[in-house]
């Protein structure tokens, strides 16, 4: 299927120049393929899942769409929070616990 679609410039030229460097400028077609697969493999999984259940004779269960929630969420809000508070424990003498604020996105 031969389609269209709207990408900013710089990503673009970066991305098929990593392609052709990599696989030749005939590779762009099959890595942009390759990638809308990676993105979509829930939806991959879930077909795969569907057929299998259809060949042993089960009737696949029903399709559960998400919801939006009820109350306004920050989810990347609270993370941030969540990083800012945490806290470590370095090393410190027996008996003595000394704590140290982590940097957030800081992984020890």
Avoid: N
């Amino acid at each position: 299927m031969k389609i269209s679609a709207v990408v900013d410039r710089e990503l673009w030229e970066e991305f098929r120049s990593r392609v052709a460097e990599e696989r030749g400028l005939r590779g762009v077609s099959r890595a942009v393929e390759e990638a809308v697969e990676e993105g979509m493999c829930d939806v991959l999984v879930a077909r795969a899942l569907e057929e299998i259940l259809r060949k042993e004779g089960a009737e696949p269960p029903m399709r559960i769409s998400p919801v939006r929630p009820r109350t306004a969420t920050d989810a990347g809000g609270s993370i941030s929070e969540m990083r800012g508070e945490r806290a470590s424990v370095v090393d410190s003498p027996p008996g003595i616990q000394l704590r140290a604020l982590q940097q957030p996105g800081s992984f020890h």
